[in-house]
């Protein structure tokens, strides 16, 4: 079997992995490079910059049922292990 093909190794070597400077060693581009800033921070999710800023709004039913679901089940967490309950 050569390199290239599936057995369940390593898929990648040393070399195709970027150097310090953020340029890959290999010198090939990936599309979506050019896009990218050098100030532009993050990691492997993204950058914690939002695009859009965040307007208020009122919650759903939903997420209000879980809120309150969370909060009844700490309170009844704690209170059987104090032994109120």
């Known amino acids: ?3 290239g093909e599936d057995d ?3 898929k990648f070597a040393v070399e195709d992995l970027p ?3 953020g340029d890959s060693t290999d010198g ?3 599309p979506g490079d050019e896009e990218q800033g050098e100030d532009e921070g993050g990691n492997v999710a993204g950058s914690m910059v939002l695009e859009q800023p965040l307007e208020p709004g009122s919650p759903s039913l939903e997420n209000t049922a879980f809120v309150l679901l969370g909060a009844l089940c700490t309170v ?3 209170m059987l292990l104090l032994g109120i309950l």
């Open 8 to 10: 369940g190794g390593w």
């Open 28 to 30: 090939d581009e990936q």
């Open 1 to 3: 079997m050569s390199e």
């Open 19 to 21: 150097d310090e400077a």
């Open 76 to 78: 009844v967490f704690f």
